[in-house]
């Protein structure tokens, strides 16, 4: 059972639309998060596979279900368009966890919607494996995150380039509100739709402030932080989300979209995989820079609901925009500075770090494996000038701390995890599952559960692809 509430519908209607799921011919289920769903209170074990599978697909709508689309506008790439929105999602409702939380449960690819704006509104089975694979994966890392309840194939092709199987998705977030939610409501001039989207989610998001005075710069400063947190531990993890548009950019702080995300093996600050990225405007060096100008966007929005003194209302929320950076900064060092086995931050930390990233993006060494090698043998390293000034730097800080270097190392190796959805393992699952082959998605999400722990009989899933293996261009997928 499924016991939803539907508390957005309870907003004003221009943010969404009443849907219904297409038929599929014939659902099966590739994967159930038993886990996921006992978090969330859903008790389904009077359902066997093929029931999940026509539930995970959109063929039974659960009682209390409102299956609605979302609309939205966004940037894109930096260029604004007013009617975007969910064309091949339906948001089934709210559920509470057993903390108390409230989480969406969406399906990814059932069909057109107002929004599908001429697509299909299918999805093929291949950024269904991905974004299963890779939300959990991030989970685990403890990056806020998506999740993925369910995966289902739907026994028929959908057609892109070529027929390809398709499949539905099933999401939880904490919401799906993004910044290009507000972006949509401020293209048609609607401000009293905007103050109550701001009060739902003060109310869904940051209840702790609900009683502040100037509480839209608080609840734009609540945003900034949960956004910072979330890039700070992307970059932590060498994560490209790839599609950094406002569109993208969930309130909630929470990684939203995994269409062309890729984790960097060889390391490159200007590192770029998604290939309609041609300029590099989400490179993972670039990454805080576009979440600083997405805040923007939000903030642009929220000028007419701060006073009647449009001027004084762009300077307030420029100075709490400003502060972003300084935020970012503290988080980029709470994330950074265990992966070399350092307990408290001190002002010689940022030049650890980026002698460390200048040495490995001139070796072209591959980021995870470097990091988690840093607990173990340094004999591998090739001893470069570079790598001599990061040594000595490092030393320092670890001989000028209280713990001993087994608490340094214990640290570390918490820190700099074994494994992570590399792109071309990833890629291997979502080849193997159009074969028809899940065993190798089924193992992947097995083995990531425990990214800090050495697994044996998984050698594989520790090495950095070969050369004919790299992974060098993603799409975003449908």
Known sequence: MIKFENTYTDLPEILYSSEVPDTVQNPQLLAFNKELASDLGISLSDLDDKDLAKLFSGQVIPDGASSVA??????????????????RAMLLGEVKSSQGKQYDVQLKGSGRTNYSRGGDGKSSLGPVVREYIVSEAMHFLGVPTTRALAAVSTGENVYREQPLPGGVFTRVASSHIRVGTFEFLAARGENDSIRLLVEYCIQRHFPHIANEEDIILKFLHEV???????VAHW????????????????????????????????????RVFSSIDKNGRYSYGNQINIAKWNLSRLASCLIPLIGEDEKEAITLLENSINSYLDIYESDRQTKMIPKFGLFESTDKDSDVVEKWLDYLESEDLDFTNSFRALSGDLSNFKKTPLFDQFHELWTDRLSNQAQDLDEARALMNSSNPIYIPRNHQVERAIQASLSGDHSVMTQMNELLKRPFIEQTDFEEYKKAPLENERVTATFCGT
């Open 70 to 87: 979302l609309a939205y506008a966004g940037h894109q790439f930096g260029h604004f368009v007013p009617q975007l929105g969910d064309g």
């Open 224 to 230: 900034a932080k949960v956004q910072s947190k979330m």
């Open 235 to 270: 970059l932590s993890l060498g994560f490209i989300h790839g599609v950094m548009n406002t569109d993208n950019m969930s309130i909630s702080g929470e990684t939203l979209d995994f269409g062309p995300c890729a984790f960097i093996d060889n390391f490159s600050r200007g």
